[in-house]
């Protein structure tokens, strides 16, 4: 299997052909995206809440995203691993940005993605490329703005608002982006930006009209039930599977039906009339 690379990004862009990304978070679920040839995995911040159970994406530092960006490396070694930089691990200072996304990038990510776009973010988004970490940019709603958003809220509900993210996507393609996520917009607002770029976007809750879409992996698979937004489809139940599964096993422990014979180890029946002889 060839390693797909930035470049496979663009070149489905160009040939209209629809480009396909989950998150994942562990080494056997990135298997399994491996062998289905998705075309990109992002282990992203959102594993905060659906692994680690914290409210928001604030909660999760570099070095918890670092396990997991290793763990699904490990298991997807020749897909487009994209590792998401938490909050305030590049808002500090350039060295501190180029110095995390490095850290990304050695623990097997083959690139990063940032929120937002101001004038430092696309400094450090070019500073990046340049070092040679291909960036995914983030544009709409931006989760690490939550408590300055004030809730999620659709982004580029107006023709006004949805030029100011396409000027922001401009910018962040200029830097070096070689695309970019738009969360939770009309479809309209998305298909306009998506139309005015280059470079490939990404969407999530934003339409059918972007160059490819991202969803949560436990959100589509029905694991995490905490809530589920509007724009999730559900292609599993395993919350069900799951928790039938759980409660099968804990009544068959306890009513002795598990292990049978058919999960046990015998001992040989020379050491067995030892033992028995012992008693
Ligand atoms: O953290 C995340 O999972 C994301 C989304 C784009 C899916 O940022």
Aim: proline letters at 3%; a negative charge.
């Amino acid at each position: 299997m060839v390693k797909k690379s930035v470049s496979t990004f663009q070149k489905l862009k160009d040939k209209g052909e629809k480009i396909a990304m989950l998150t994942a978070y562990d080494y056997s679920t990135a298997q399994i995206l491996e062998k289905i040839n998705i075309d990109g995995i992002l282990v992203g911040d959102s594993l905060a809440q659906v692994v680690l159970g914290y409210e928001n994406t604030y909660g999760v530092n570099l070095e918890e995203m670092l396990i997991f960006i290793k763990a699904v490396s490990r298991g997807a070694k020749n897909s487009f691993v994209i590792g998401d930089m938490p909050f305030m691990s590049y808002n500090i200072s350039f060295e501190q940005g180029l110095e995390n996304a490095g850290k990304m990038i050695k623990a097997g990510a083959s690139a990063v993605k940032l929120e937002g776009c101001n004038d430092y973010i696309v400094n450090l988004v070019s500073r990046c490329v340049e070092s040679g970490m291909p960036v995914l940019g983030h544009l709409g709603f931006t989760p690490q703005l939550l408590n300055t958003i004030g809730g999620y809220k659709i982004q580029g509900k107006s023709a006004d608002t949805t030029e100011k993210i396409l000027e922001s996507a401009l910018k962040l393609q200029d830097a070096g982006a070689f695309a970019v996520v738009l969360e939770l917009m009309p479809a309209q607002s998305a298909e306009y930006i998506t139309k005015n770029l280059k470079i490939p976007t990404i969407g999530i809750g934003a339409g059918a009209g972007c160059s490819g879409q991202i969803v949560v992996i436990d959100d589509i698979l029905g694991k995490f039930t905490d809530f589920t937004p509007k724009f999730v489809k559900k292609y599993a139940n395993l919350h069900d599977i799951i928790y039938n599964a759980a409660d099968k096993y804990l009544s068959e422990v306890k009513e002795g039906i598990f292990p049978s014979e058919e999960q046990s180890f015998e001992l040989n029946t020379e050491e067995r009339e030892k033992l028995n002889a012992v008693k």
